[in-house]
């Protein structure tokens, strides 16, 4: 199939002419009827399968042959990033260069000037808004803004704006927009809360799944079984012998990354925590300073699984085995981009194995366990079968206890390394 088969105006036809879309992605080839058609649509696609085009495309058309208010917003479309917002700006700058449609992008982290354009913009009604849910909150409280022409409601990354905390943001937004609207939804991954989103916002939606991807072969997999109080042991290890550069160290909690980014500072290493309580000024110095070479080690929460697009990443290291599957590729495939090698390690703990056993059954392979060396002591087995039926029942609480100190040597020698451990871990002990 081509682009030449979806009955686009030929300004738009144009446009891809120019930007040289021939072949539609899967996800564009499945989402783009049902968008021209006017139906509520959820899509499950990973970042990298070209779902920006598969909505800004249809929504484009939509807006050049239907009847829609002038001098109003027409369509909005958010993003839980200002990184996503502007790659969202750049397509849509070009994919509406030959198309008199306007759209201005709403985000923060820059001057005064642009805050003047971003109010203009919604107070005079540009065509579409491409926003953050902050930022926009922001002009809706400070401004009187004109919703009432809005037709047109995408959701980008809906995942990471719940992950984020940006629910209750959505909400009051949603809240102010017409309800006889057409409701897009896209999310990597499709949990119970992305679903009852979907259940509250949009109206008898059809619901496109697009396959989970599995990593190129050139990302060299590997994990550690371990005890949770090894893991930090491991990470020191692995860098007392060569030198860490370009690596990302993905938690799952931004209190875990604030602590260990902090600790391996104290251990002499240059590492900087990523997380979305930093203010965009912060992650944007932060960026920089990893692009730059200026720090070794990003230590940072799933925010930058799915944004960061540096091409020479050498090693990705899971902290915790990720929930779910789609979130462990897409933190791994921040390495061995533009036909690199690259490595990925897992830190497996006891009640993560059955998770990581998903994985593995997802990749179809069994993922290389290195074992641990006798400084740091001795590991669990790996039985991710019985693990979990040990976390799944209360009755088994004593023999896990036991289970994890019997035969198990102390990897901890020295008091400064018992310290980092309590001090990492004292906060978490949900």
Same mark, same amino acid.
């Given at each position: 199939?081509?682009?030449?088969?979806?009955?686009?105006?030929?300004?738009?036809?144009?446009?891809?002419? !120019?930007?040289?879309?021939?072949?539609? @992605?899967?996800?564009?080839?499945?989402?783009?009827?049902?968008?021209?058609?006017?139906?509520?649509?959820?899509?499950?696609?990973? @970042?990298?399968?070209?779902?920006?085009?598969?909505?800004?495309?249809?929504?484009?058309?939509?807006?050049? @042959?239907?009847?829609? +208010?002038?001098?109003?917003?027409? !369509?909005?479309?958010?993003?839980?990033?200002?990184?996503?917002?502007?790659?969202?700006?750049?397509?849509?700058?070009?994919?509406?260069?030959?198309?008199?449609?306007?759209?201005?992008?709403?985000?923060?982290?820059?001057?005064?000037?642009?805050?003047?354009?971003?109010?203009?913009?919604?107070?005079?009604?540009?065509?579409?808004?491409? +926003?953050?849910?902050?930022?926009?909150?922001?002009?809706?409280?400070?401004?009187?803004?004109?919703?009432?022409?809005?037709?047109?409601?995408?959701?980008?990354?809906?995942?990471?704006?719940?992950?984020?905390?940006?629910?209750?943001?959505?909400?009051?937004?949603?809240?102010?927009?017409?309800?006889?609207?057409?409701?897009?939804?896209?999310?990597?991954?499709?949990?119970?809360?992305? *679903?009852?989103?979907? #259940?509250?916002?949009? #109206?008898?939606?059809?619901?496109?799944?697009?396959?989970?991807?599995?990593?190129?072969?050139?990302?060299?997999?590997? +994990?550690?079984?371990?005890?949770?109080?090894?893991?930090?042991?491991?990470?020191?290890?692995?860098?007392?012998?060569?030198?860490?550069? *370009?690596?990302?160290?993905?938690?799952?909690?931004?209190?875990?990354? *604030?602590?260990?980014?902090?600790?391996?500072?104290?251990?002499?290493?240059?590492?900087?925590?990523?997380?979305?309580?930093?203010?965009?000024?912060? *992650?944007?110095?932060?960026?920089?300073?990893?692009?730059?070479?200026?720090?070794?080690?990003?230590?940072?929460?799933?925010?930058?699984?799915?944004?960061?697009?540096?091409?020479?990443?050498?090693?990705?290291?899971?902290?915790?085995?990720?929930?779910?599957?789609?979130?462990?590729?897409?933190?791994?495939?921040?390495?061995?981009?533009?036909?690199?090698?690259?490595?990925?390690? @897992?830190?497996?703990?006891?009640?993560?194995?059955?998770?990581?056993?998903?994985?593995?059954?997802?990749?179809?392979?069994?993922?290389?366990?290195?074992?641990?060396?006798?400084?740091?002591?001795?590991?669990?087995?790996?039985?991710?079968?019985?693990?979990?039926?040990?976390?799944?029942?209360? #009755?088994?609480?004593?023999?896990?206890?036991?289970?994890?100190?019997?035969?198990?040597?102390?990897?901890?020698?020295?008091?400064?390394?018992?310290?980092?451990?309590?001090?990492?871990?004292?906060?978490?002990?949900?």
């Amino acid at each position: 199939m081509t682009f030449d088969e979806f009955p686009f105006s030929e300004a738009l036809k144009e446009g891809l002419q !120019a930007m040289n879309f021939e072949q539609p @992605t899967p996800v564009q080839e499945q989402t783009i009827p049902i968008i021209l058609a006017h139906n509520d649509v959820i899509s499950c696609a990973q @970042t990298g399968t070209g779902k920006t085009a598969a909505f800004l495309l249809p929504l484009l058309h939509n807006l050049l @042959t239907d009847n829609h +208010a002038e001098n109003k917003i027409n !369509a909005i479309i958010m993003a839980p990033t200002r990184e996503l917002a502007q790659q969202i700006d750049q397509q849509m700058e070009g994919f509406s260069y030959f198309v008199p449609i306007s759209s201005v992008a709403v985000y923060g982290g820059n001057d005064s000037q642009a805050w003047d354009v971003q109010k203009n913009g919604l107070t005079k009604g540009a065509d579409v808004v491409i +926003a953050t849910p902050g930022r926009l909150l922001s002009h809706i409280n400070l401004s009187k803004i004109d919703f009432s022409g809005i037709k047109y409601l995408i959701l980008d990354e809906a995942d990471r704006m719940l992950d984020m905390g940006f629910f209750d943001d959505i909400m009051r937004i949603v809240k102010l927009l017409p309800t006889d609207r057409q409701t897009i939804m896209f999310s990597a991954t499709m949990p119970e809360k992305i *679903r009852q989103l979907a #259940k509250t916002i949009l #109206k008898s939606p059809q619901e496109i799944k697009i396959a989970v991807a599995r990593p190129p072969d050139s990302i060299m997999q590997s +994990a550690y079984i371990c005890y949770e109080n090894q893991k930090l042991q491991i990470i020191k290890e692995l860098f007392s012998t060569q030198e860490p550069n *370009r690596v990302i160290i993905f938690a799952g909690k931004k209190q875990r990354v *604030r602590e260990l980014a902090l600790i391996l500072k104290k251990n002499g290493l240059s590492a900087e925590a990523m997380h979305s309580d930093l203010e965009q000024r912060q *992650r944007d110095d932060v960026m920089l300073k990893f692009r730059n070479g200026r720090i070794n080690i990003l230590v940072a929460t799933d925010i930058v699984a799915r944004g960061i697009d540096i091409d020479d990443i050498t090693l990705i290291i899971n902290y915790e085995v990720p929930r779910e599957v789609e979130d462990y590729v897409h933190r791994i495939g921040r390495t061995a981009r533009a036909e690199a090698q690259g490595m990925a390690i @897992t830190l497996v703990d006891e009640k993560e194995q059955f998770r990581f056993k998903r994985i593995e059954d997802f990749l179809g392979k069994t993922i290389y366990k290195i074992p641990l060396s006798p400084q740091i002591g001795a590991a669990p087995a790996y039985d991710p079968k019985v693990q979990r039926e040990k976390t799944a029942h209360p #009755k088994f609480k004593n023999h896990k206890h036991s289970s994890r100190n019997k035969g198990k040597s102390e990897p901890r020698t020295q008091n400064k390394k018992r310290d980092d451990k309590q001090h990492l871990h004292q906060k978490h002990a949900d």
